[in-house]
């Protein structure tokens, strides 16, 4: 199995606000899917397979990773380039769990379509941004931006 992957994921969970079920399951569908598949690795040279710990604080994305043996760094990551993709992915969400609760096949999946290209936007620009400190691949970048549109809800 690769050890350049993340094997357990927690979120700060300090100060949440009530989540929709709709976020709620989002956010566990994105944590599973990350654990089962993923691809990880810091520019550091830490060894995995990787604990990571997301937390937002004061504008910053807050990463912590330790390692297999044990040793542990913190990277941290504006997150002001992404607010306007959050802001917009959230609006888009709940039109599509609106149009989803009154069973608008064809408003889901128009709704649906720019939904996955905010989402596809989001998950590039923080593979950009982490780009010098965390190779990610696609599928991982767009899991952990799920997870990052989740923290910013309390934020």
Known sequence: MNAQRIAAITLDERSVVRRSPEIESERAAALSDLLQQNSFAPASGLAGPFALHLAIEESRLLIEITGADQ???TIQLGLDAFRRIVK???VVCESYYDAARRQNLAQVEAIDAGRRALHNEGAE???ERLAEKIALDHDTGRRLFT???VLHLRA
């Open 71 to 73: 040793s542990s760094e």
């Open 88 to 90: 917009d992915y959230y």
């Open 125 to 127: 620009l923080l593979i």
């Open 147 to 149: 997870l990052i549109c």
